[in-house]
């Protein structure tokens, strides 16, 4: 089974965690494992641990075989993450022109 990071735009938004959640759910229909430890870190730790939690991110993003793309825009968060991802030879799918599921 393809095991993917999900990136979704947050910045402190409620409404993007539900809609990220969505997402998650359409990959896991499609089979894909899904890594997304972002959903529950952000209603756990505040904005003044973001840092941290790329760290978390990026370990997460080593693991994976994809990283996934998802939302209605790329956040500079997004951004880092695939670059992340990039580096370590891993495939960026961008699925950001997608009407949400």
């Not at 494992?33 to 080593?62: F, H, P, Q, S, Y």
């Not at 956040?75 to 030879?89: F, I, L, T, V, W």
Request: some cysteine.
């Amino acid at each position: 089974m393809k095991t993917v990071y999900l990136a979704h735009c947050y910045g402190g938004d409620p409404m993007n965690r539900a809609n990220a959640k969505k997402w998650a759910r359409w990959a896991l229909e499609r089979g894909v494992a899904v890594l997304a430890d972002w959903l529950w870190i952000t209603e756990v730790w505040t904005e003044e641990k973001r840092m941290e939690g790329m760290r978390v991110n990026r370990e997460l993003i080593n693991r994976a075989d994809e990283v996934w793309l998802v939302g209605p825009e790329i956040s500079q968060g997004m951004k880092d993450e695939a670059n992340h991802a990039r580096e370590r030879g891993k495939p960026v799918v961008d699925f950001t022109k997608l009407a949400l599921p």
